[in-house]
């Protein structure tokens, strides 16, 4: 790997392997900050619970998982199905605490 390369990000290619984890690191900062934002206003509207909890570790789990499959053997339809299973996790916590902020009003 010519470090030259990241000065400017020009004259050659990037290295796949770091390809592949710069890529996850630009992942890290997309769909988990909108679940940073459910954890805090779950916390604000004090509207915490163990089913919030729990569908929170089931998140991490799920990210921790797509984060191991993407920097190990790379597995695509694997990263998919990880991947999938966290956002639904996540709009499950988005429709949770909607639904909690309507009935506790």
Request: net charge positive.
């Amino acid at each position: 790997m010519d470090p030259r390369f990241y000065k400017t990000y020009q004259g050659g290619e990037e290295p796949e392997h770091m390809r592949v984890v710069t890529r996850h690191f630009i992942n890290l900062f997309e769909m988990p900050v909108v679940f940073y934002v459910t954890v805090i206003l779950t916390y604000i509207t004090q509207q915490v619970s163990g089913w919030m909890v729990g569908c929170a570790w089931v998140y991490v789990a799920m990210r921790y998982a797509h984060s191991y499959v993407h920097l190990t053997s790379n597995d695509v339809l694997m990263r998919f199905r990880l991947y999938v299973l966290s956002g639904l996790v996540l709009v499950v916590m988005w429709l949770s605490l909607l639904v909690r902020l309507l009935t506790t009003g």
